[in-house]
């Protein structure tokens, strides 16, 4: 990673503090009958005082803990000397059973979920994204370490939380999101044009609109770094609502001539195109002007000097702006050809099938006469 980051582990990594460990000689222990738990309850009452279950007295919980003499370990050296009970009923000493050895620890310890864990806080430098930040810790750093033997047994583990973890959880449900805003438009237009078929042909613009929002984003890439962040997907799923607006245009319009006036399938098309282009280029050309200073820095004079600004709100933005823009202005370009081709074909389709389906009936009802 760059220059810039900055991380703090919580607690700090310094082994400064002293500790006994104690470490159970599991053999000796197996002879015995004792269990590294019991030997480790046993150590923990004779030290500290351990938990022994609780108790009610006027509505009041007691703990009840059971606490050793302070003079079984008033001097680290007698915690050798501890009297560990066996299941026999005799007792032998900590020493006998486990080894105690002096080391060195943190000054504190955390727990997750009864774990012994470290956090270890980044913050990525100003010029990184944390999507990018995000991307180099997992393949540089927790990618390498997960195939480590001690990571692929479970000893340790590596967990992404905070700021991270819940863009995880953002990306996971704007994506489904984008599906669902597919599924309502498609659904929307079926119940208002009551067919399934025609929304078909309109929902062939959202994908035109995907390809210009990529297209746009490249573009923009070219003179100023923006990563797919958030309200960059954002502008995604704005488009789905935004670009079916001039195909419905067309395709409603073609359907009013062919009942209304009894045109046929191709003269109603051109006919809807010719008087819709205009409304059409309106609407997109009036969006298009008021997004662009969220793109592309206006003339301003300051002082009374003629300068390059951006909008307010532009670097945040700028992302969004970029995907809507192309977007539209690539669905709109290719809507005026490819919708009405595609509608075109739909209704000569539907024409034929029910020309074939006519002759397939006609043999029937002669038959049916006779």
């Known amino acids: 990673m760059t220059a810039g980051n900055q991380l703090r582990p919580i607690p700090g990594l310094d082994l400064s503090s002293p500790e006994l460990h104690v470490v159970p000689r599991l053999e000796k222990a197996s002879e015995l009958g004792i269990s590294s738990s019991s030997i480790g309850y046993a150590v923990n009452a004779l030290v500290d005082g351990a938990f022994a279950g609780d108790y009610w007295h006027e509505g009041r919980r007691i703990d009840l803990v059971i606490y050793g003499d302070d003079t079984y370990a008033n001097q680290s050296q007698d915690l050798e000397n501890l009297p560990i009970s066996t299941p026999s009923g005799g007792n032998v000493l900590l020493s006998t059973v486990a080894d105690v050895v002096l080391s060195r620890g943190p000054e504190q310890v955390n727990h997750i979920e009864r774990l012994r864990s470290i956090t270890i806080q980044l913050k990525p430098a100003s010029g990184i994204a944390l999507e990018a930040a995000l991307r180099t810790v997992e393949e540089k750093i927790r990618g390498p370490l997960m195939q480590s033997p001690n990571f692929q047994s479970g000893l340790y583990q590596v967990r992404l939380a905070g700021t991270a973890d819940k863009l995880a959880d953002t990306w996971y449900e704007l994506k489904w999101n984008l599906v669902l805003a597919v599924v309502l438009t498609y659904l929307l237009m079926s119940a208002l044009f009551e067919s399934f078929l025609y929304p078909l042909v309109i929902m062939t613009s959202v994908a035109l609109a995907l390809v210009g929002g990529l297209i746009g984003l490249t573009v923009l890439n070219w003179f100023s770094f923006q990563t797919l962040?958030?309200?960059?997907?954002?502008?995604?799923?704005?488009?789905?609502?935004?670009?079916?607006?001039?195909?419905?245009?067309?395709?409603?319009?073609?359907?009013?001539?062919?009942?209304?006036?009894?045109?046929?399938?191709?003269?109603a098309v051109c006919e809807?195109?010719?008087?819709?282009?205009?409304?059409?280029?309106?609407?997109?050309?009036?969006?298009?002007?008021?997004?662009?200073?969220?793109?592309?820095?206006?003339?301003?004079?300051?002082?009374?000097?003629?300068?390059?600004?951006?909008?307010?709100?532009?670097?945040?933005?700028?992302?969004?702006?970029?995907?809507?823009?192309?977007?539209?202005?690539?669905?709109?370009?290719?809507?005026?050809?490819?919708?009405?081709?595609?509608?075109?074909?739909?209704?000569?389709?539907?024409?034929?099938?029910?020309?074939?389906?006519?002759?397939?009936?006609?043999?029937?009802?002669?038959?049916?006469?006779v």
Do not use: C
Request: zero cysteines.
């Open 272 to 369: 809807s195109v010719r008087t819709r282009i205009r409304p059409i280029f309106m609407s997109t050309l009036t969006t298009v002007l008021g997004m662009l200073p969220l793109v592309v820095p206006v003339p301003s004079l300051v002082d009374g000097h003629l300068v390059w600004v951006s909008g307010a709100g532009s670097e945040l933005y700028r992302g969004l702006g970029s995907v809507v823009l192309g977007g539209l202005i690539v669905s709109t370009a290719f809507t005026l050809i490819l919708v009405p081709a595609g509608f075109s074909l739909v209704m000569d389709a539907q024409t034929g099938l029910a020309r074939l389906t006519a002759s397939i009936r006609d043999p029937f009802r002669k038959r049916s006469a």
């Open 229 to 267: 962040d958030m309200l960059t997907m954002l502008g995604f799923v704005i488009l789905i609502g935004t670009v079916v607006n001039n195909a419905i245009l067309i395709v409603h319009q073609s359907l009013n001539l062919i009942r209304d006036a009894g045109m046929n399938s191709n003269d």
